[in-house]
T-cell receptor, first 113, second 113 residues
Framework: QKEVEQDPGPLSVPEGAIVSLNCTYSNSAFQYFMWYRQYSRKGPELLMYTYSSGNKEDGRFTAQVDKSSKYISLFIRDSQPSDSATYLCAMSALYNQGGKLIFGQGTELSVKP | DGGITQSPKYLFRKEGQNVTLSCEQNLNHDAMYWYRQDPGQGLRLIYYSQIVNDFQKGDIAEGYSVSREKKESFPLTVTSAQKNPTAFYLC????????????FGPGTRLTVT
């Protein structure tokens, strides 16, 4: 079983839709939860990170972490064609416990005009 | 502009040849990382360095080598011992202690035939 599981999609939605992207994990030591966006043939771009449980909002993006269920989500409101990309979740334990990032496989999102 | 540069963008080599991928950053970050990305898989850590003249193996270090002689540079050598070297290679950096906030370069796509 992989430490981090992410539905690879592809996911196709109409412009303006609310998008929900999800990851599950098995390692209860994970404390940091990140979402990256990767356009085709480009390097990943950090969207946001969350420490421990709770919600974090940045513009049209909201990250949620439910540590009791080992489940994280990224919501995109009013999705735009420019949001079409692969979204990667990543997680890590505290820095002094190794701190390396473990990535999900990525979900490919397509937002149709 | 601060950022991470990787060169070249595309690289072609014959089997049995060693090849070195360049990674330079002007963000004044102490920590640097090398990842490999294959289709349908998340990023996997090859090597990382928290400080000049020091580096550690990641999850898939076999067949790779690195050096960290300067803070801004972290080159990766793919040796002939790497069984499946064709992949997309990504370099990242972060401020020491903030491993959860890694910034990525544009990547190098290596094809070995």
């Amino acid at each position: 079983q992989k430490e981090v599981e992410q539905d690879p999609g592809p996911l196709s939605v109409p412009e303006g839709a609310i998008v929900s992207l999800n990851c599950t994990y098995s390692n209860s030591a994970f404390q940091y939860f990140m979402w990256y966006r990767q356009y085709s043939r480009k390097g990943p771009e950090l969207l946001m990170y969350t420490y421990s449980s709770g919600n974090k909002e940045d513009g049209r993006f909201t990250a949620q972490v439910d540590k009791s269920s080992k489940y994280i989500s990224l919501f995109i409101r009013d999705s735009q064609p420019s949001d079409s990309a692969t979204y990667l979740c990543a997680m890590s334990a505290l820095y002094n416990q190794g701190g390396k990032l473990i990535f999900g496989q990525g979900t490919e999102l397509s937002v149709k005009p | 502009d601060g950022g991470i540069t990787q060169s070249p963008k595309y690289l072609f080599r014959k089997e049995g040849q060693n090849v070195t991928l360049s990674c330079e950053q002007n963000l004044n970050h102490d920590a640097m990382y090398w990842y490999r990305q294959d289709p349908g898989q998340g990023l996997r850590l090859i090597y990382y360095s928290q400080i000049v003249n020091d580096f550690q193996k990641g999850d898939i270090a076999e067949g790779y080598s690195v050096s960290r002689e300067k803070k801004e540079s972290f080159p990766l050598t793919v040796t002939s011992a790497q069984k499946n070297p064709t992949a997309f290679y990504l370099c990242a950096s972060s401020i020491s202690g903030t491993h959860y906030e890694q910034y990525f370069g544009p990547g190098t796509r290596l094809t070995v035939t």
